[in-house]
Nanobody
Framework: QVQLVESGGGLVQAGGSLRLSCAASRTLFGIHTMGWYRQAPGKQRELVATITSSGVTDYYDSVKGRFTISIDNTKKTVSLQMNSLKSEDTAVYFC?????????????WGQGTQVTVAS
């Protein structure tokens, strides 16, 4: 089991920046992928960015070049630096951690943090 707690959300003007952090309750041993997802009102949750335990990253097309995901295994934290924010980035952002494969696969979710971008 691992508990995830997000922080850093808030209200920002379009073009501004925010940094989200996700703190895990234990070491990231056994966690092979961590990611950020978001869900806007009336829409399905969507992938924003992921990072593997070896540091390989992947991004949703609309955030490439603007968002950066990073991981600090010592601090048990994964962060999302969001620059050049747009109104369409407004959503609740969730942190996720994946462990195991196949029948042992599990995904853990944080409670989410609200990001609101004012145009």
């Amino acid at each position: 089991q691992v508990q995830l707690v997000e922080s850093g959300g808030g209200l920002v003007q379009a073009g501004g920046s925010l940094r989200l952090s996700c703190a895990a309750s234990r070491t990231l041993f056994g966690i092979h992928t961590m990611g950020w997802y978001r869900q806007a009102p009336g829409k399905q949750r969507e992938l924003v960015a992921t990072i593997t335990s070896s540091g390989v990253t992947d991004y949703y097309d609309s955030v490439k070049g603007r968002f950066t995901i990073s991981i600090d295994n010592t601090k048990k934290t994964v962060s999302l630096q969001m620059n050049s924010l747009k109104s369409e980035d407004t959503a609740v952002y969730f942190c996720a951690a994946d462990s195991g494969r196949g029948t042992t696969y599990r995904r853990y979710w944080g409670q989410g943090t609200q990001v609101t971008v004012a145009s």
